[in-house]
């Protein structure tokens, strides 16, 4: 059974643990002040809490979704088109129409374009929307008792298929290009600027919150359930558990993480584009929370952030040798850490308060005559 340190260790320290983690998160702001390096930050976070969402349904439900990019992709198209909606009259007058619905020969809005004028729609879309695609498709798997490689390679077509959707319908979304020149979130007097540390502290204080609304979902009676689901389905079935019904929820529960992670992700690039439900993306983020750890939500979080962080380092200093040196150190987590990079502090743990091992019975006998002999 695969367990991560972090999910081993009791209950207060691990929070003590995800607490810390999202102060220094918060703290960023007060040392680092180029407008810059701030936007870089708080796109890393937005990948950091897709990789956790990854590692809700992965490491804890034992559910290898590959196409968690799908869930991602809603949430970023959702915040999308409401702040299209802001920026369209100042580009097309004032009937409010997106450039690229006039590029494509439309006369006036679809009307499930309407609601997102209201910034509380989008955002609720943006989490809900993932949240009932996840139901419905797990619902369908889980019933049917599908699991293992299965999940993954139904998700993985889920990703082609909605994708292909969505660059088919390029006179509503935008196609190739995707949806562009987003004007800034607002709320209430507050303008986020995808530059500003008032986005960072959003990006922040979103990661923080569902990291610790996580970690007390997998410590409630449920997600222990799905641990044990994740061990032995069919143990848990015959104590007369619903196993398709707790695995819809894991499903379901990742699908609104990630897509919130998509909403940030979409404003502090300012455009969403169908690569965010690509393969690519969805893989990286597998490669992320395996790195972290994806049995720890913060682990699979900081494997995020510090494989983007690297990536965008080595790139700079390395041009054409950069992903050889990314793969070369990912290979070496997977073999020397299986259980990822939060793994190393339980073993560090483990030998700091491992008590002293006895001499043998063998050594301890002989030790007198050995005295004698020197003397």
């Not at 729609?121 to 019933?143: D, E, T």
């Not at 993954?152 to 390029?170: G, H, K, S």
Request: include cysteine.
């Amino acid at each position: 059974m695969s367990k991560s340190t972090l999910s081993r260790s009791k209950p207060y320290a691990q929070f003590a643990v995800y607490l810390l983690f999202c102060a220094v998160i918060l703290a960023v702001p007060s040392f680092v002040t180029d407008a810059f390096l701030l936007n870089k930050f708080a796109r890393y976070l937005a990948l950091g809490l897709a990789a956790a969402a990854l590692a809700l349904s992965w490491g804890y439900a034992g559910i290898l979704n590959l196409g968690q990019g799908v869930s991602f992709g809603i949430g970023a198209y959702a915040i999308a088109m409401h702040l299209k909606l802001k920026t369209s009259p100042v580009h097309t007058g004032s009937a409010g129409l997106p450039d690229f619905m006039v590029w494509n020969n439309l006369d006036h809005l679809p009307w499930f374009w309407q609601p997102f004028h209201s910034s509380l729609f989008a955002v609720l879309a943006g989490i809900l929307a993932p949240v009932v695609v996840a139901l419905l498709l797990g619902s369908f798997m889980f019933r049917a008792r599908i699991a293992g490689v299965y999940v993954a390679i139904i998700t993985l077509a889920m990703l082609a298929v909605v994708n292909l959707l969505f660059i088919d319908q390029q006179a509503y979304t935008g196609g190739f290009n995707g949806i562009t020149d987003l004007a800034w979130l607002e709320v209430g007097s507050i303008t986020f600027d995808p530059y500003s540390p008032a986005f960072y502290y959003l990006s922040a204080g979103a990661l923080s919150l569902c990291l610790l609304l996580g970690l007390a979902f997998t410590r409630s009676k449920a997600g222990l359930i799905l641990q044990a689901i994740r061990n032995d389905a069919d143990r848990v079935r015959f104590f007369g558990y619903d196993v398709a019904a707790y695995q819809s929820l894991a499903f379901a529960v990742s699908a609104g993480m990630a897509g919130v992670a998509g909403m940030l992700y979409a404003m502090v690039l300012e455009f969403a584009s169908p690569t965010f439900m690509g393969v690519p993306l969805s893989l990286s983020m597998v490669i992320w929370a395996a790195v972290g750890g994806r049995g720890s939500l913060l682990g699979a979080a900081i494997g995020a952030i510090l494989v983007n962080f690297m990536q965008g380092s080595l790139s700079e200093s390395f041009l054409d040798t950069w992903q050889l040196i990314l793969g070369g150190m990912f290979i070496l987590v997977v073999v020397f850490l299986p259980n990822g990079l939060s793994s190393l502090i339980g073993i560090l743990s483990d030998r700091l308060t491992r008590p002293a091992r006895p001499a043998p019975a063998s050594a301890l006998a002989d030790a007198p005559h050995a005295r004698r002999k020197l003397s």
